[in-house]
């Protein structure tokens, strides 16, 4: 109908955007920078030299002291530990 308005609303989408954070990986500082909202554990292999189709008894993996899982999200200043026990 005449004088009937239609309108339309721009909605922002939020693309994931490149991140990055500093860690300590066994005592040595790492900086990871990944292009994704967010980093997780398992990313690390792709940082670190560790030989994990050799090992030997249980494989140890924490953050700030506590039980890690591999999709566990990684933040700033995090403490990780990876090794074979």
């Not at 249980?58 to 026990?85: E, S, Y």
């Amino acid at each position: 109908r005449d004088g009937d308005e239609i309108s339309f609303k721009a909605i922002s989408t939020s693309i994931p955007k490149y991140q990055e954070i500093n860690i300590f990986v066994n005592g040595n500082n790492l900086v990871m920078k990944e292009n994704k909202s967010e980093i997780i554990f398992v990313d690390i292999f792709n940082y670190i030299n560790f030989d994990y189709k050799n090992l030997k008894g249980r494989l140890v993996l924490t953050i700030n002291g506590q039980k890690a899982n591999f999709t566990d999200v990684l933040k700033d200043g995090d403490i990780l530990v990876v090794k074979n026990d």
